[in-house]
Nanobody, 121 residues
Framework: QVQLVESGGGLVQAGGSLRLSCAPS????????MGWYRQPPGKQRELVAS???????NYADSVQGRFTISRDNAKNTVYLEMNSLKPEDTALYYC???????????????WGQGTQVTVSS
């Protein structure tokens, strides 16, 4: 069974940086879109950034110019480099990936369990 394993969250002061990583455990025949979402306390989950298999990226307006999403297809890993962090970036960050586990399997949307990012002022 595929699980998305996230790492890199933590506590940082405003203006600081963090790097999140996420990779699936288990077999992954093909991974298309990968991305990061976040859910601030008391709010709905929102897209932060996504990247397709060709490297095309999409960012939320609130993080454009501060966050960079990238992926290493050889390692099936997606990264989120977060710079100039603000207190409003505080949230539970979730990794997302669309994965075809085997060549004959349908593509399924998978979610990680979330990693906490807290930015202090």
């Amino acid at each position: 069974q595929v699980q998305l394993v996230e790492s890199g969250g933590g506590l940082v002061q405003a203006g600081g940086s963090l790097r999140l990583s996420c990779a699936p455990s288990g077999n992954s025949f093909r991974i298309s879109t990968m991305g990061w979402y976040r859910q601030p306390p008391g709010k709905q989950r929102e897209l932060v950034a996504s990247i397709d298999s060709g490297g095309g990226t999409n960012y939320a307006d609130s993080v454009q110019g501060r966050f960079t999403i990238s992926r290493d297809n050889a390692k099936n890993t997606v990264y989120l480099e977060m710079n100039s962090l603000k207190p409003e970036d505080t949230a539970l960050y979730y990794c997302n990936a669309v994965i075809r586990v085997y060549s004959y399997s349908p593509s399924i949307n998978y979610w990680g369990q979330g990693t906490q990012v807290t930015v202090s002022s």
